[in-house]
Structures are given as structure tokens and as C-alpha cells.
């Protein structure tokens, strides 16, 4: 049987593992086998912390909400607001109450409003008479 040389093949695979591993520092972006684990451990931390930021995204969001249903001028608590919100079915996620928090104080305190007094919120409503 004839002796097969295998470095074209070898180099093809190792310089695709070194284009991925071309941002780790010294050895880790250097040597073949430590390059390799290294991919495997960086592939299966960028799996893991995908769903991570997502839990975090909605940790920050909360955490943003609740400051500023606790300031002085409102003082109410977050669980509340989270629980009148969905009694009054109005359809607003923490991602989007958490930047009208931030962005626009006055705007979230009529929301606030709105959730605290539902009894004061009923409109009139005008008959239109044909």
C-alpha cells in the first residue's frame, strides 16, 4: 500500500481553526490542540451566554422599573404595577416601560397613573346622536 502524506489536508484544517482562534492570546491562538479546546470551550460559552443576556437584558429591566416606581413622587412598588398592568390588560413589556422610565419620567408617571387609580381613568363617553 502506498504512504499517503497528509499535510495539505492537515494545514487546511489546522489554518481554519487558527482563523478562528485568531483573537485568543499566546498559546491558545498558536498551538493546534490548545486552539482547538479553546474553540470548543468559546463555542460552548457563546451558546450558553445567549440565553445568559437575555435573563440579564430582563434583570436590568426590572431593576429600572422598580426605581423609579420607588421614587418619592410615586412610591409605589414594582410587583403591584407588573400586577395591575396585565388586571388592566394593557400590553406594554418591561422592555419598553423600562425606556419610558428613563427616557420620559412624566410620560411614565401618567402610566403609573393609569395603573394606581383605574376607578379615575374611566372616560366619558359621548353619544353621537344621528
Known sequence: MTRVKRGYTARKRQKKIRSFASTFMRAHSILTRTTT??????LVSSHRDRNRRKRDFRRLWITRINAVTR????????????????????LLN?????????????FFDMILFKIIHPSRNKEKKIQIYK
Open 37 to 42: 479546546q479553546q474553540r470548543i470551550r468559546a
Open 94 to 106: 418591561r422592555k419598553i416601560l423600562a425606556q419610558i422610565a428613563l427616557s420620559n419620567k412624566n
Open 71 to 90: 421614587e418619592d413622587r410615586v412610591s409605589y412598588s414594582y410587583s403591584r404595577c407588573i400586577h395591575n398592568l396585565y388586571k388592566l390588560q394593557l
